[in-house]
């Protein structure tokens, strides 16, 4: 059963990650953050960040570690009190960890990037070229299995960690502005 949240004034919603059914986390042009899935509110934590940073995904592995995603990259490691900026591409548009080390990220581009010491460096596995053939979004359920998408909903597959992807079809009506799976 859905239940629609009231509006929080919140400008700007890009991505929400939640990690349990109740703590999770909004990024967008400000940051909003809840404990009971019901009451958002703006974390101490987020006046770290300066105001002219745009998010357009978060990542949370747990309550402790996780990743902002948009004009900049940061990493914390401490539920969210400090905010290390990651020497990555000028701008990403979504990102994606499977555990405290291993990620994968869409740049600018449309390249798809990979790291496995928790995004201080990142490697291209995939360069799909600028333009509406690039990739935008990406998702991993673990090291090897994963899916993008096109700018257009093309949905790709891939069996080997992102090193060569599979076409595996065109979703139909309005593109998503995101793909993501449970298990």
Not at 39 to 53: C, L
Not at 101 to 130: C, H, P, Q
Not at 163 to 174: V, Y
Request: net charge negative.
């Amino acid at each position: 059963t859905w239940t629609v949240q009231t509006d929080h004034g919140f400008d700007g919603l890009q991505a929400v990650d939640f990690i349990s059914p109740k703590w999770g986390i909004a990024v967008g042009y400000e940051i909003l953050f809840t404990e009971d899935g019901l009451n958002w509110q703006n974390p101490e934590w987020a006046t770290n960040i300066p105001d002219d940073e745009y998010f357009t995904h978060v990542d949370f592995v747990d309550k402790e570690t996780g990743w902002l995603a948009g004009s900049t990259l940061r990493r914390t490691e401490d539920a969210g009190n400090t905010w290390e900026e990651l020497g990555a591409s000028a701008y990403t548009s979504d990102i994606c960890f499977i555990d405290l080390s291993r990620g994968w990220m869409v740049d600018n581009s449309g390249n798809i990037l990979f790291t496995d010491d928790g995004g201080k460096t990142w490697t291209v596995i995939s360069d799909s070229g600028a333009g509406p053939e690039r990739f935008t979004k990406v998702t991993f359920m673990d090291e090897d299995n994963g899916w993008a998408m096109k700018l257009f909903g093309q949905v790709y597959r891939t069996e080997d960690g992102g090193h060569s992807w599979e076409f595996i079809g065109q979703l139909p009506g309005k593109v998503p502005n995101g793909i993501t799976f449970a298990n």
